[in-house]
């Protein structure tokens, strides 16, 4: 799958997040449902914890803007909280919602540790319209892989990233962006080596990937918990019945 090689406008320090924690998302009575691809249940959710977040929210973010989701596929079905959150951030804005934009590979993210995440990136397709204004939203970001690569396929076709809007901003570093000191160092200890075992440019991987890589020693390290990853993912998602 291509490179990722767009990290986000400098501008954007970290999205704009309403939760720390998904517990308040778990504790909704429609979560379940909404995960696994309840509308009614996604638009009630989305409504009753954030409709007074989301209306400050978009004060903030260009009129003109468009708002797209990730089509995220988890493995109990289609996940429907990022889309209607998107849904009414746009209704919110008078902005518009894009729907052309989709998710064509399944990562099965959810109970993932942080190299099987990094391991399973997601890819999309459809149509980007250059010089337009598009904030994405997601419904948890935990390494912040799934909207940076959107962000870098938007900006790849001349779109601009204007923003990011989450329920829960899980990562331990809030922010989006690495310090320049853990990116000076990833770049100075692997050179190359990142892109080759991930296919992602270091300037490009958001401030918890690289907060993860650089507890590694060495790029052998690396190549060994990715191995080790991958048969993770395997195990955990045939134990599931699902065929990757």
Known sequence: MPARRHPFPKQIHKPFSLFRTDAPLKAHSNYLDAKAGGIEAATKLVLDLALPFLVETVKHLPSTACFVAPHAREATGDNAIPQLLAAACALA???SLDTDLVQITRVFHTGADPMERMASRPEFEGIVTPNSHYVLDDDVTTMGGTLAELASYIQARGGIVAGAIVLVNAGRPEELHPSKSILSKLESRYEQEIQQLFGIQPNALTANEASYLIGFRTAD?????????????????RSKGIKK
């Open 93 to 95: 804005a008078g902005g």
């Open 221 to 237: 390290e690396i190549r060994n918990r990715l191995t080790k990853a991958r048969e993770e993912t395997n195990r955990r998602l």
